[in-house]
């Protein structure tokens, strides 16, 4: 036996055996149980295979059972700590499900997401699951999908006839806002992530039906999805009569209107409340803790793998599922006295 | 010409053109020049292929080709905000070479590395690149990938017969203390991250040389490398006569240190001295902000995709390559008085 068994192919078996490599294929793929193999013949086989200490390789078997066990994972940015709990969630079910995780990461640049999704219906992954980014980044993408039959899963957006997993963010926003209001703050500014984001879009929706249903006038600022955005934003609201509330589109930016307000001298709470939204871990570090919604994004990664194994399985749901998020009440808001 | 192109097989091709699938195999791949092919059955089947409208698929010629055109990365945590730089960077440097990333979370569980692992080379990665982590996770690898032949890249790690690149943890670290030694400090205590942490062990290390060569006797705890190991690890200096200098094994232990000292009355840098090391994004947006040191984590990942290329053109340099930190002054440390 020889003692490199990766250098032993199915072609070395095939002439071992006196057979074609279409043969030595047949009789290795339980896929092609249809396609007879004379039993004399097959025991030829797979005495080579012993013989020479052969092991199919998964690409070999892959190709022939149309099937890589691989899914693409497609997100905007990784650096985001609201991802890596979701790339796990996702990794975690892939892997007890047998499947590897390819991950790709678009910078919410349209070229670059069109870009990866050709790079993964040519490898012929299984499957793709989308996570957040910008409806406008997936340009066509339904003709690529249909063309090549790969099952995809989105996470966190709607409106498209694939399956889906989201939060209610519009909910949550409607829900932290009327919080602040119930608080008795009036001057309750949203500080936005970027136009285009329908994340942004659907949490900037909740905060103005809450402020609507109160009759109250909204400041809004749109910013990028990070402690920059967040610092910048907030600057800008400073001047004059500054809100006594700002509700964050995400955590980070809810740090870095942390800092907007320790640079100008303005406590939190004391004197502006902050809200964010995620919880990602640092929210409960910062001081005062950062009162936040909770975002099940590990589960959000979960059940979009699980939803993917169910349209490979072709038993896919066409309604979106909705899982819950939660206001956790930190430190960061105050009564307004 | 059919409209479904992808469900034209290499089958279909050969039927057509009245030849074998190995035949239109060897006039596809550029591998097999040296296996003859009539021009006239050559031209039989180009012109099967341009009339069904064939697209040979990217695993079939992985196959044909050995080569997968794709590399895994495997890493402890990418829940940790010093990696996902990291993974932009072998990410972007992969992309411009051709090659896909398939990401595995590790976890920092031996079993779950060396099933990852498996799973690579089973799936005929072209190459590996394993980052930080823990030397004992990886038992017996090298026995893994001299029999698959995979190549393999390290980065943050030393002592391994492969090619690697790293920062000097060290040098950094001894910098840092020595800096805090500078500004007056004596009791300056090391909040280090998980013992068998290869990179833990060597920041610990570099602060044990600066405080030996000053003739100081070092505090040390030992705790995971989050803000709840270094809320912990702090608040367990707290005691007795507290330090007047945290050195933390990384930025997100530092964040911890922040909260513990902010509940215990604390101020930063007026009573305590804080230094951090990686300097995440939010080093920058905490108050006071982070001193800490840079570690090019993003130019890490570059230079490993590119190590990794330079392993399979057969050309890899045998000498770890050692990139530089840098010590960022910002406002966590005071000249004590």
Request: proline share 6%.
């Amino acid at each position: 036996m020889p003692r490199n068994k990766a250098a032993v192919s199915i072609r070395d078996v095939a002439a071992a055996a006196g057979v074609s490599v279409a043969t030595v294929s047949r009789v290795l793929s339980p896929a092609s149980a249809d396609i007879v193999v004379r039993e004399e013949t097959r025991d030829r086989v797979v005495r080579a295979i012993n013989e020479l200490g052969y092991r199919p390789n998964d690409l070999a078997r892959a190709l022939l059972q149309q099937r890589t066990s691989t899914i693409g994972l497609v997100l905007p940015d990784i650096s985001n700590p609201y991802y890596p709990p979701l790339v796990r969630g996702v990794e975690d079910a892939a892997s007890q499900l047998g499947y590897r995780v390819v991950l790709c990461n678009t910078d919410r640049d349209p070229a670059k997401t069109a870009a990866y999704l050709d790079t993964l219906v040519k490898a012929r992954v299984d499957g793709v699951i989308v996570a957040g980014g910008n409806l406008s980044e997936l340009p066509g993408h339904p003709r690529v999908f249909e063309t090549y039959r790969t099952k995809l899963v989105m996470v966190g957006r709607h409106g498209l006839a694939h399956p889906s997993v989201r939060v209610d963010n519009t909910a949550a926003t409607e829900d932290a806002t009327a919080h602040l209001i119930g608080l008795g703050h009036r001057g309750i500014a949203f500080l936005g992530g970027p136009e285009g984001s329908s994340t942004a879009q659907d949490r900037l929706l909740g905060h103005r039906r809450a402020m609507a249903a109160a009759a109250l006038p909204t400041a809004e600022r749109v910013a990028g999805f990070d402690e920059h955005g967040g610092y910048d934003a907030a600057r800008s609201l400073l001047t004059g009569t500054p809100p006594t509330a700002l509700l964050c589109a995400n955590d980070r930016m809810a740090f870095g209107a942390y800092a907007a307000l320790a640079d100008a001298g303005l406590a939190v709470p004391a004197d502006v409340s902050v809200v964010g939204f995620d919880d990602v871990p640092m929210a409960s570090y910062v001081r005062p803790t950062l009162t936040t919604v909770a975002v099940p994004t590990y589960e959000l990664g979960r059940a979009a793998m699980r939803l993917l194994q169910d349209a490979l399985d072709g038993s896919a749901a066409t309604e979106p599922v909705l899982l819950p998020t939660r206001l956790v009440h930190r430190a960061s808001c105050a009564r307004l006295a």
